[in-house]
């Protein structure tokens, strides 16, 4: 994968669709798709204020990357794409996570969008802590990033 193809980001500044419009745009694309995920203001019955992203820069990178490549090659090899997290402390409504995806194609550049939001989620090591309007923090449980064993 090259950088022409894919731009992956994990950035303490605050994340703008605008990168990713101009990084996806292409006179080849049929549709375009941004996926922006946002602090909620609940969780599980909790008023959430904001919430604190930690990450381990190098392997969230290669994560992405991976996930990228397998997007691409699953979906659409000319696919143009762009993924960036925040990291740091964000407050309620503020963007968390932004996909862009241009393809030939609408139903490419959905699933492309929503293929890479899971995978981010279950693969790649970026850690969450919610701050409640109480004043109480909790670090979320994650997904295991080893590889599940079969049970016999």
Request: proline letters at 2%; hydrophobic letters at 35%; charged letters at 30%.
């Amino acid at each position: 994968m090259t950088l022409h193809t894919a731009l992956v980001k994990i950035e303490e500044e605050k994340i703008s669709s605008e990168k990713a419009k101009k990084f996806i745009a292409s006179e080849k694309n049929g549709a375009e798709s941004i996926f922006v995920g946002k602090v909620r203001n609940e969780n599980n019955g909790k008023k959430v204020i904001a919430v604190t992203y930690d990450a381990h820069d190098q392997a969230v990178i290669k994560s992405f990357q991976l996930i990228c490549t397998n997007a691409l090659n699953k979906f659409d090899k000319n696919a143009k794409i762009f993924l960036e997290h925040a990291k740091g402390y964000a407050s309620v409504g503020e963007v968390s996570i932004l996909i862009g995806v241009g393809s030939g194609h609408r139903d490419e550049a959905f699933k492309i969008c929503r293929y890479i939001l899971e995978e981010v989620k279950h693969q790649s090591p970026i850690w969450k802590k919610e701050h409640y309007a109480d004043g109480k923090e909790e670090w979320l449980p994650g997904h295991s990033l080893r590889p599940k064993k079969e049970v016999k």
